[in-house]
């Protein structure tokens, strides 16, 4: 049997942020979001969970002066760094814009260009990156996760 104890903590952080963030949405919210079980952004951070899952179970299972575990440490700090700023940034620019589209109501009856009228009433998703909380909380589940993994099956 094929066992990857590394893949299988990091698809499991992944999976279990995912259900906490749809948790935390239908509490904050109280409304069912199917999105958030697999979208971006929210708490806490998936992308965090699924790269220190990773960078975690392959300390448990490599040895830290490896090239394997500075590659994960590598891919995981620019992955958690990017959750919080460029697509933080791109979220914050999409929550603007959206409420300029408001602001500016055109409305789709007369706008004659059909392309215009279309784009008009896409909404930009604003669900994109992270708070430095967001991406703590998401490394530390991952972190949890992969001592829950076990390592052989």
């Given amino acids: 049997m094929f066992y990857n104890y590394i893949l299988v903590s990091a698809v499991v952080g992944w999976g279990a942020a995912q259900v906490i ?3 935390l949405y239908l509490i904050f919210n109280k409304a069912f979001r199917f999105e958030r079980l697999f979208g971006a952004g929210g708490m806490p951070s998936s992308h965090s969970a699924m790269v220190c899952a990773a ?22 700090l620019i992955t958690m760094y990017d959750a919080m700023s460029v697509r933080r940034a791109s979220g914050q620019h999409a929550q603007a814009i959206n409420r300029l589209n408001k602001m500016f109501d055109i409305h789709p009856e007369k706008v004659t260009d059909k392309e215009s009228r279309r784009r008009k009433n ?9 708070t430095p909380l967001e991406v703590f909380c998401g490394a530390l589940l991952g972190v949890g ?9």
Wanted: proline content about 7%; charged content about 15%; glycine content about 6%.
């Fill in 21 to 23: 963030k749809t948790t």
């Fill in 55 to 76: 960078i975690a179970a392959c300390a448990r299972t490599e040895p830290i002066g490896s090239p394997i575990f500075a590659a994960f440490a590598v891919f995981g």
């Fill in 122 to 130: 896409k909404e930009l998703k604003e669900f994109l990156g992270h």
């Fill in 145 to 153: 996760i992969a001592f829950i993994v076990p390592i052989a099956v």
